[in-house]
């Protein structure tokens, strides 16, 4: 059974680097595609981007001036970055795994970040 | 992008009815190579991360109840949930995974107990 576990700050300034990290235990890591959400409180899901050790990575061309998704298969890890937070980029950010059959398969238990002066 | 559009915004069901989401993609998520749809339904309930219900369109995640059911081809999907239970408040969305980037999701569907 999957379990993932993200951590990483919760609180930023404007114009900081928001910074995440997901670790993945149990299943195959190889070859799922590892990805980001985020979803302001008490709105929809929003797609960030993935990465897949085959593919690459993709982001949403709303953020993708400002993102970067990376991985450490080494360690069955993945990070978020997203530079110059504003206080629109507040909200729950979960990260996700699967494979190609259903992209978003198992998710983390969130973060709540929020950006304030 | 592929627009994902859901109907209604939120619905009202009595304990034991059925509840029906509807899910209306701008261009057809159907991949002619493999004959998938490559649409997929979650759950998510207050405080928790979005939940795997339907992927393929059709196809139950492990460990779904029955009771759920996806269907629908092309653009048109629906989310079935008969003998609606107290335990299935949430709200409900679709997502696309045929055009990416991005994966885009309907903006969800709220069902709460009449």
């Known amino acids: 059974q999957v379990h993932l576990k993200q951590w990483g700050a919760g609180l930023l300034k404007p114009s900081e680097t928001l910074s995440l990290t997901c670790a993945v235990y149990g299943g195959s890591f190889s070859g799922d595609y590892w990805s980001w959400v985020r979803q302001p409180p008490g709105k929809g899901l929003e797609w960030i981007g993935e990465?897949?050790?085959?593919?690459?990575?993709f982001y949403n061309p709303s953020l993708a001036r400002r993102v970067t998704i990376s991985v450490d298969t080494s360690k069955n890890q993945f990070s978020l970055k997203l530079t110059s937070v504003t206080a629109a980029d507040m909200a729950f950010y979960y990260c996700a795994t699967g494979g190609t059959a259903a992209r978003l398969q198992n998710w983390g238990q969130g973060t709540l970040v929020t950006v304030s002066s | 992008d592929v627009v994902m559009t859901q109907s209604p915004d939120s619905l009202a069901v009595s304990l034991g009815d059925r509840a029906t989401i509807n899910c209306k993609s701008s261009q057809s998520v159907l991949h002619n190579g493999n004959n998938m749809n490559y649409l997929a339904w979650f759950q998510q309930k207050p405080g928790q991360p979005p939940k795997l219900l339907i992927y393929?369109?059709?196809i139950r995640e492990s460990g779904v109840p029955d009771r759920f059911s996806g269907s629908g081809s092309g653009t048109d999907f629906t989310l079935t949930i008969n003998r609606l239970q107290a335990e299935d408040v949430a709200v409900y969305y679709c997502q696309q995974y045929w055009s990416d980037p991005p994966l885009t999701f309907g903006g969800g569907t709220k069902v709460e107990i009449k």
């Open positions: 393929w369109a059709t």
């Open positions: 990465i897949n050790d085959s593919r690459g990575s």
